[in-house]
């Protein structure tokens, strides 16, 4: 069984910065694409941010030039740097993988359980 916990989350004044983390555990043999999205009460869950294996990265045009998605492949780790954050970035938080757990079998896409970000002053 393969499980994904996000953490990092919290309060932030606006202009300030937070760091997530998204560690897979459990019996992996690969993980591909990692991913976060948000996602606001009573809205659409929305990308945020992209890293494949071979880190290639994409973002929303909302965040771009703001957040930073990186991964720590030996850990099964992927991590969302967000700085200058904005009060509309105020949203729960959640990681998703696409993760394999034996060599040669379909890749699964799995998710955690989300961590809350608010941005205010």
């Known amino acids: 069984q393969v499980q994904l916990a996000e953490s990092g989350g919290g309060w932030v004044q606006p202009g300030g910065s937070l760091r997530l983390s998204c560690a897979a555990s459990g019996s992996i043999s690969s993980t591909y694409a990692m991913v976060w999205h948000r996602q606001v009460s009573g809205k659409q869950r929305e990308l945020v941010a992209a890293?494949?294996?071979?880190?290639?990265?994409n973002y929303a045009g909302s965040v771009k030039s703001r957040f930073t998605i990186s991964r720590d492949n030996a850990k099964n780790t992927v991590y969302l740097q967000m700085n200058s954050l904005k009060p509309e970035d105020t949203a729960v938080y959640y990681c998703n993988a696409l993760i394999s757990v034996v060599t040669g079998l379909a890749p699964y896409n799995y998710w955690g359980q989300g961590t809350q970000v608010t941005v205010s002053s």
């Open positions: 890293i494949t294996s071979g880190d290639i990265t």
